[in-house]
């Protein structure tokens, strides 16, 4: 019976495990990877005490951190099931079961998908959702970059510096990225604004996009395409916890789900503003909560 298991090993999870660590908690950290979503952030201007470093330089930081202390790390474990059992909780992944008398949850988000044909078929042929990890194969070619949000932009900066032409496809009428960002684009990428994707065009890998701009209908030739339209959270394991219309698990300020010993941090819950500091610092509130939880009951 395990003090605490942390799902999860991104900027939330990671500091979560740090600061369980110095409690001298018995405790487990389960992941499908370490880092998270920090992975696949191109520059990080914002996170204090760094002026700019990569999105994975910054998650090396932090695993480099975690490994200072001796946690006991289960990576590339998905959670199944997360259910309540009297005074313990249990935790069901897809290769063993696991009982804590506290939990946290810092699963993050994942991608969200189009939706339209040859979405599937195209995938990992030429269509991806992380232009961090797959930007430098599209060296040279012309590229598209579905969405028009932070994430969109930061995509199609890190993409001007390699493909031949970027095009920026959002389905709004105007980019809804910070100012700072769409400075970085403005005149260095084809911006089609008010633009929806019908269909994912190509023969063995992507060679096009079918979209509907207003009511006219064009095709656009590329060969690389990136999906950036935002994220959804991974929670589905989580049944018997409360969540908002979109899924996300909702916390109070001590990050406290519905479930008594039970704790939820970073872009998993209706926090608002999904930020890699909002994030880690949820996840040292949701450690302290957790170990004060244990100190006030008896088990």
Known sequence: MLDLIIIGAGPAGITAAVYAARKKMDFLLISGDIGGQTNWSGEVQNYTGYQFISGPELAA???????????????????K???????????????????ARTVIIASGKKSKELGVPGEKEFKNKGLTYCATCDGPLFAGKDVAVIGGGNS????????IKIARQVSIININPALSADP??????RDRAAILNDSRVEAILGDQFVNGIKLRQGAEEKTIAVQGIFVEIGLVPNSEFTKDIDKNETGEIKVNCRNETNLAGVFAAGDVTDVPEKQIIIAAGEGSKAALSAFRYLARHKF
């Open 61 to 79: 930081k932090f695993e480099e951190h975690m490994r200072k202390f001796n946690i006991a790390v289960k990576e590339g474990e998905s959670a």
């Open 81 to 99: 099931e997360l259910k309540k059992a009297g005074n313990k909780v249990v935790l069901k992944t897809d290769k063993a079961e696991y009982e």
């Open 152 to 159: 969109a932009l930061d995509a199609a900066i890190q993409l």
């Open 180 to 185: 700072v960002m769409q400075e970085q684009v």
